[in-house]
Each structure stands twice: as C-alpha cells, then as structure tokens.
Nanobody
Framework: QVQLVESGGGLVQPGGSLRLSCTAS?????????MGWYRQAPGQQRELIAR???????EYADSMADRFTISRDNDKNTIYLQMHNLKPEDTAVYYC????????????WGQGTQVTVSS
C-alpha cells in the first residue's frame, strides 16, 4: 500500500506564497515512478498543475509554470509545490498524486490540503 500525506496549505493573502509538501510512504511506495499536484476548486473538475518523475524531470500544465514550481527530494520521498503571487482563483483543495505501475497503472491520491487566497 501507499500513503500520500500533504501539508503546507492554509490561508494566504493575494500576492503571497506557499509551499506544499507531499510525502509518500508504504510498502508499495517503490512502485511510484512519478508524482504530481492537482487542484480542485468548488464546482470544478480536478486539474493538473504539474508532475515530476523520479529522475526529477518536471512537466507543467499550460500557464502553471509562471507561478508554480514543482521539485522533489528523493531521499525523503517528498515532492514540493512552491506557489508564488497567489490569486483568489488559486483557492482550491490541492491533491498529491502518485503514479505507479504494479502489473498495471495505479494512481494514488493524498487526502488533499486546502489553500485559500483571500484578503
């Protein structure tokens, strides 16, 4: 099994910054080949922000690279999402995703962390 635990969400003023963290653990964590961040605002579909391979190659959804940076620390099985110049429309639940392969593709999800951008 795999557990993904996010942290770092909270309330921030417009223009502020936050850094989210997600740590993978569990007996099957070694099957994960890439991890990423998604977000879901109320009434909207979950959308990809960015993902990063175990080798550290990042991939961003359109327009996300301007203010978001994904990184990872393989020693800690942790990925990060640095967010800058946050806007009210960035308010959402942010989810960590782990892409694994064990006989077939498997997606693991964290419980989500709330990010609220408001003055």
């Amino acid at each position: 099994q795999v557990q993904l635990v996010e942290s770092g969400g909270g309330l921030v003023q417009p223009g502020g910054s936050l850094r989210l963290s997600c740590t993978a653990s569990g007996s099957s964590a070694f099957t994960i080949y890439a991890m990423g961040w998604y977000r879901q605002a109320p009434g909207q579909q979950r959308e990809l922000i960015a993902r990063i391979t175990n080798g550290g190659v990042p991939e961003y959804a359109d327009s996300m690279a301007d203010r978001f940076t994904i990184s990872r620390d393989n020693d800690k099985n942790t990925i990060y999402l640095q967010m800058h110049n946050l806007k009210p429309e960035d308010t959402a639940v942010y989810y960590c995703n782990g892409m694994a392969f064990a006989g077939g593709p498997i997606d693991y999800w964290g419980q989500g962390t709330q990010v609220t951008v408001s003055s």
